[in-house]
């Protein structure tokens, strides 16, 4: 029969604990809670967050922006879809610490005065939203894209929104709603 056996002597003194002394210290967060501060739709918050917080925890638990939904946790189905610096990215995969100083959007974000971005207002015309939980996601991812992409496809359309998931199957709807967001964006006109 074999057993673990455990040692109580000291360990140090060789050439690896000598070359971590001799290493500088980089900047180290944690791993208690940090000052973070996060620019969110155009206005600044402060935080208290340990370093490990997701932006979609800092979002939803933190500042109570709870559009961006937490559904995977692993950024394969797209509900948490925030634009950070123009880049459509997942939330749930973004450390809080590490959007410091980004422009960050959230679905709380877009509409002006009452009035629906032109997205959210082609996902309602189309009946693209079902049960809604993925609907933030897509509305945000869709911006996203209509920023770079101003005048697609049907086509450009189905690739561009590839990251995101809807389990009710509105994707007819979207694809419509996309293209009629697209037209509104650009003031009504065609391509």
């Known amino acids: 029969m074999r057993g673990v056996g455990i040692s109580t002597g000291a360990v140090g003194s060789g050439i690896l604990?000598?070359?971590?002394?001799?290493?500088?210290?980089?900047?180290?967060?944690?791993?208690?809670?940090?000052?973070?501060?996060?620019?969110?739709?155009?206005?600044?918050?402060?935080l208290n967050i340990e370093p490990r917080v997701t932006l979609i925890d800092?979002?939803?638990?933190?500042?109570?922006?709870?559009?961006?939904?937490?559904?995977?946790?692993?950024?394969t189905c797209g509900a948490c879809t925030v634009i950070m610096d123009g880049k459509v990215v997942y939330s749930c995969t973004t450390l809080a610490i590490e959007a410091q100083g980004k422009d960050i959007q959230t679905i709380e974000g877009f509409s002006q005065n009452g009035k629906l971005h032109p997205v959210s207002?082609?996902?309602?015309?189309?009946?693209?939203?079902?049960?809604?939980?993925?609907?933030?996601?897509?509305?945000?991812a869709v911006k996203g894209f209509l920023d770079k992409h101003p005048n697609p496809t049907e086509q450009d359309v189905e690739a561009g929104?590839?990251?995101n998931l809807c389990r009710c199957g509105t994707y007819v709807g979207m694809r419509k709603a996309v293209l009629e967001a697209a037209k509104e964006m650009r003031g009504g006109r065609n391509a």
């Open 161 to 163: 929104l590839g990251g």
């Open 17 to 46: 604990e000598t070359a971590a002394l001799a290493a500088p210290a980089g900047n180290v967060a944690g791993p208690g809670a940090v000052p973070v501060t996060l620019k969110i739709n155009g206005k600044p918050y402060s």
């Open 121 to 140: 207002a082609a996902f309602v015309n189309h009946d693209a939203q079902q049960c809604g939980y993925c609907t933030p996601g897509f509305v945000v």
């Open 58 to 75: 800092a979002l939803r638990n933190h500042l109570d922006l709870t559009g961006a939904k937490k559904v995977c946790d692993r950024a």
